[in-house]
């Protein structure tokens, strides 16, 4: 065992002891504890500047306990590009939905990531709006039923389009440093994105680094909280797969062990 | 005082700003504003600043609302068409109280207009995006005003913790005259409350989010006490050739330049005739034109719009005279012969 297992039994320096508004079994939480561990881990607390979203963790700013701005729905790699170039000596990262992020918010994602802006963006797919009470994202799966896609997403007859895969669309570009996926839907999943969010936030002085939770919503997909991760595990990874597609500095390590062996 | 060098509006105005202590710019290009981020893209380096070319005026908008958030100076600069796009930031900087400098080099509309000089803005920099709150709005006549006034623009933004935005036009951005700029160094500011990392102290928020509606009621009222003090403190208006005038023309920025042309010609021919000038649109000078209102026999507000001033002139006045008003739009500047026409007509009527 090392450190990072027993820091799951402790209450992490960088979150504040305020109670979530979160539904019961929604994952948000878990990622928000993930977020504050790897904070913690670097020892970055006071250093560190969070945008959050809007969407359901539009109230993140209470429950990180370091200094958090709130941004307006979609923009916070904006907000975060203009902490950077001004404050380049601070820690930044971004906390965002779906709806946020691959919706409305993503011209600011592509280019941030383009730039390769210096941050860290915590991007959290529930396939759903949550906060707005279950319509369609651009993540929600084809045939998924939300609010505004009554009968299933449906992209021949009703044109609703198909799910977009965030990490796979940024790993077409130059600049990022570090792009994964990761699910939270079982302990081993957890444990495994603890290492993925440190790894994102230790490389975060080299450019832009982003991780992608694969989580739930069970509120708003109408079921209880094992069911929906069931659900997500059985439908939701077939469609964004599990993995750390690019992770530059590992890629430099190996090619320059390869040429001194 | 330094020594006069000759500048073309645009980049006079990029320079005040970088001698202001503001060292970050984030736009994106739109005519008849391009020699500002052109400008800033080399100069802010060289100040150890820094410059991003945003993907949209939306993105610049909101990059200001994190480095105000941190507490740097900084500004953006666009033509109306982006300007309604920096509104979504700019809203969020007014309820987020973040200092912030905008530049608006209008051009007419609505749509796409055209790229030439017009001032029918107005109304979107005087009654802004969604929610109860102000821009602090000035309106340079001349391009050492306008150098003098973005100057004053960050500390009115830092004083108040709100936007400012300096309403300009293609005219100004793009005439050369000779400016100096004034060499006291930038003043100091409490900025506590920006997310600068939470060292020593308890974290900091910068969020316009209040979901208790009494909470955003008192948020509200907070924000209206700050602008009663602005509308008590930050009145600027000129009054040209005022004291002896039977009639007032009313108009601001490059119109009012347009006006004292006219004005002289009318004189000339033995019509006493002066110009109300607001230099600050908010807060707008309305007691002014009050006073102004009952000595003279009229008032004509000259616009590059179809009429937008016109309406704070109207609640100057209270209807103590006639307004009359006179107006091109699309690009198209008035000469001082129609306005000259103008006051003749009514005069005659
Ligand atoms: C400009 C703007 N448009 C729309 C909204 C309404 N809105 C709030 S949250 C949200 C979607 C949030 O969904 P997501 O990003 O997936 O986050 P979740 O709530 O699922 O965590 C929308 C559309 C808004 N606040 N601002
Ligand atoms: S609505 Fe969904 S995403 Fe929002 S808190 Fe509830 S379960 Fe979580």
């Given at each position: 065992m090392d450190a990072n297992d027993t820091a799951v039994f402790t209450y992490p320096r960088s979150l504040s002891r305020t109670p979530t508004h979160y539904c019961p079994g929604c994952l948000h939480g878990v990622a928000h504890r993930l977020v504050a561990e790897a904070i913690d881990a670097l020892g970055v607390r006071e250093k560190t500047v969070g945008i959050c979203p809007v969407g359901c963790s539009v109230l993140a700013y209470k429950y990180f306990d370091c200094d958090m701005i709130e941004a307006s729905h979609g923009r916070a790699p904006a907000v975060a590009t203009g902490v950077k170039r001004a404050r380049p000596d601070l820690v930044c990262f971004t906390y965002q939905g779906d709806g946020d992020l691959a919706s409305i918010g993503m011209a600011e994602i592509i280019h941030a990531a383009n730039r390769n802006e210096p941050i860290t963006v915590i991007f959290y797919n529930n396939a759903i709006y949550g906060m707005t009470g279950g319509q369609m994202a651009p993540t929600t799966l084809v045939g998924m039923?939300?609010?505004?896609?009554?009968?299933?997403?449906?992209?021949?007859?009703?044109?609703?389009?198909?799910?977009?895969?965030?990490?796979?669309?940024?790993?077409?570009?130059?600049?990022?440093?570090?792009?994964?996926?990761?699910?939270?839907?079982?302990?081993?999943?957890?444990?495994?994105?603890?290492?993925?969010?440190?790894?994102?936030?230790?490389?975060?002085?080299?450019?832009?680094?982003?991780?992608?939770?694969?989580?739930?919503?069970?509120?708003?997909?109408?079921?209880?909280?094992?069911?929906?991760?069931?659900?997500?595990?059985?439908?939701?990874?077939?469609?964004?797969?599990?993995?750390?597609?690019?992770?530059?500095?590992?890629?430099?390590?190996?090619?320059?062990?390869?040429?001194?062996? | 005082m330094g020594e006069k060098i000759l500048m073309k509006g645009s980049e006079a105005i990029a320079e005040a700003a970088v001698r202001a202590g503001c060292k970050l710019f984030f736009g994106y290009p739109i005519t008849p504003q391009n020699e500002v981020p052109e400008y800033m893209s080399k100069r802010l380096f060289e100040v150890g600043g820094q410059f991003v070319q945003a993907e949209s005026e939306v993105a610049a908008s909101n990059m200001c609302y994190g480095a105000a958030a941190v507490g740097h100076r900084v500004m953006t600069s666009s033509s109306s068409p982006g300007v309604t796009l920096k509104q979504e930031g700019l809203s969020y900087c007014a309820g987020s109280e973040l200092p912030v400098v905008v530049v608006n080099v209008m051009r007419g509309g609505p749509g796409l207009g055209g790229i030439q000089p017009a001032q029918s803005d107005y109304f979107q920099a005087t009654r802004p995006g969604h929610g109860d709150f102000r821009y602090i709005v000035i309106a340079p006549a001349t391009i050492q005003e306008a150098v003098d006034l973005m100057m004053d623009a960050f500390d009115l933004a830092d004083r108040y913790r709100n936007p400012v935005m300096v309403l300009a036009d293609g005219l100004i951005g793009q005439m050369m005259e000779p400016v100096v700029f004034r060499e006291d160094p930038p003043k100091e500011y409490d900025k506590s409350w920006?997310?600068?990392?939470?060292?020593?102290?308890?974290?900091?928020?910068?969020?316009?989010?209040?979901?208790?509606?009494?909470?955003?009621?008192?948020?509200?009222?907070?924000?209206?006490?700050?602008?009663?003090?602005?509308?008590?403190?930050?009145?600027?208006?000129?009054?040209?050739?005022?004291?002896?005038?039977?009639?007032?023309?009313?108009?601001?920025?490059?119109?009012?330049?347009?006006?004292?042309?006219?004005?002289?010609?009318?004189?000339?021919?033995?019509?006493?005739?002066?110009?109300?000038?607001?230099?600050?649109?908010?807060?707008?000078?309305?007691?002014?034109?009050?006073?102004?209102?009952?000595?003279?026999?009229?008032?004509?507000?000259?616009?590059?719009?179809?009429?937008?001033?016109?309406?704070?002139?109207?609640?100057?006045?209270?209807?103590?005279?006639?307004?009359?008003?006179?107006?091109?739009?699309?690009?198209?500047?008035?000469?001082?012969?129609?306005?000259?026409?103008?006051?003749?007509?009514?005069?005659?009527?």
């Open positions: 039923k939300t609010s505004t896609s009554p009968t299933g997403r449906d992209p021949i007859d009703r044109g609703a389009g198909y799910p977009i895969r965030m990490v796979e669309l940024l790993n077409t570009l130059e600049g990022p440093v570090y792009l994964a996926r990761q699910s939270l839907l079982s302990s081993a999943d957890i444990f495994r994105a603890r290492r993925v969010v440190q790894r994102a936030f230790s490389l975060q002085s080299k450019g832009f680094t982003f991780v992608e939770f694969v989580g739930t919503c069970p509120t708003n997909w109408g079921m209880a909280p094992v069911e929906a991760r069931e659900w997500a595990q059985k439908r939701m990874i077939e469609v964004f797969p599990i993995g750390v597609f690019r992770d530059r500095e590992a890629e430099a390590a190996k090619a320059s062990a390869a040429k001194e062996a | 920006a997310c600068t990392g939470c060292a020593g102290r308890e974290k900091n928020i910068v969020n316009s989010l209040y979901l208790d509606p009494k909470d955003l009621e008192d948020h509200n009222f907070h924000l209206f006490r700050k602008y009663d003090e602005v509308e008590k403190n930050e009145i600027r208006v000129e009054e040209y050739l005022m004291e002896d005038a039977e009639v007032a023309l009313a108009a601001y920025g490059t119109t009012a330049r347009i006006c004292k042309t006219a004005i002289g010609l009318l004189r000339a021919q033995g019509f006493k005739v002066g110009l109300v000038r607001p230099i600050t649109l908010w807060p707008f000078p309305y007691r002014t034109f009050r006073k102004v209102a009952d000595r003279v026999r009229f008032v004509l507000d000259v616009e590059m719009s179809m009429g937008q001033m016109i309406q704070d002139v109207r609640l100057g006045v209270v209807e103590r005279c006639p307004v009359h008003f006179y107006g091109r739009v699309g690009g198209m500047v008035p000469a001082p012969v129609e306005i000259v026409q103008q006051v003749q007509r009514l005069l005659a009527e």
